[in-house]
């Protein structure tokens, strides 16, 4: 397994194989901004697994989090959509800390305010990562928790929470599979385990993809899923109804997602989230 190391510039951090020159990962936290992560590199070092700000929703960041309707503000489309302008509030990422890497593991962390549009600070989020290169495949790790700075109601909404967009082309195509066998637009708002994507990667002779796993103590597990036209996914909350924070209440979910090489093996995921369940 490859040891890794880590470099730092103003608001990223750039994981990388001992050896290499290029990033298989990094983690973006710029000032006033949302956080994300982008690229992700697939485990053999062929190909970019995240996409950044596509044309059909620009507002999206490879691998990030964002909710809806939270006290009626939005913290999904950045103030990007002239229907939501005015009603979105702002990310404000803190420095990245905890930055450590021992072998073949890296961890960080990134804190950041979330404001109302006229500037009152409504939540602090954490999201704790570790990264594990197994060097056929990575297990990136989060906790993330969301704190409120006063009472906060989180509306039912069709998307919300940790979303990953892969580079999808529908002319060349992909498959979204879940944990229950069901696959592209017949695992939307499904509560399940799991759901896997894959797809072909310019730059390789084969697919790769990225499974996203939900752990049995998140709040309505197995949740519901957005599974979006585009093969973009997301474990979503909102999806079995409002749910609500008292002030200073915090709320915690934990997430795996497992990244690899070729088509979803649905056995191979599935025994990967049962590793992931028990731990």
């Known amino acids: 397994m490859s040891n890794l190391h880590i470099e730092q510039k103003e608001g990223i951090v750039s994981i990388k194989r001992e050896g290499e020159t290029n990033a298989i990962l990094e983690q973006h936290a710029k000032a006033n901004t949302r956080a994300y992560i982008h690229p992700i590199v697939a485990p053999d070092g062929n190909g970019i697994l995240t996409e950044d700000t596509p044309s059909h929703h620009p507002w999206q960041h ?47 962390t990134v804190v950041s305010d979330w404001h109302a549009p006229q500037g009152d600070l ?28 006063t009472h906060i109601t989180f509306g039912e909404y069709a998307y919300g929470g940790l979303f990953l967009r ?41 697919w790769a993809g990225i499974a996203m796993f939900d752990h049995p103590t998140n709040p309505e597990h197995p ?32 997430y795996r997602l497992h990244i690899f090489c070729d088509r979803t093996n649905t056995e191979h995921i599935e025994n990967q989230w049962q590793h992931f369940a028990q731990g």
């Open 62 to 108: 490879g691998l990030y989090v964002g909710l809806n309707d939270v006290n009626g503000i939005g913290y999904w489309m950045e103030g990007l959509h002239k229907d939501h302008k005015d009603t979105d509030g702002t990310f404000h990422p803190h420095p990245i800390t905890n930055i450590t890497t021992n072998k073949n593991q890296a961890t960080w």
């Open 223 to 254: 949740n519901p899923w957005r599974v979006d036209n585009q093969l973009g996914i997301v474990p979503s909350r909102c999806l079995a109804g409002p749910w609500t924070l008292a002030q200073n209440e915090t709320t915690t979910n934990r």
């Open 166 to 206: 892969m580079p999808y082309q529908k002319e060349i195509g992909g498959e979204a599979i879940n944990s229950e066998g069901q696959i592209n637009k017949d695992a939307e708002t499904q509560h399940a385990r799991w759901v896997s994507v894959s797809m072909p990667i310019e730059g390789r002779d084969n």
């Open 122 to 149: 409504l939540i602090s989020e954490t999201q704790a990562w570790t990264l594990t290169d197994l060097d056929t495949a990575y297990h990136l790790d989060i906790t993330w928790s969301l704190s409120a700075h």
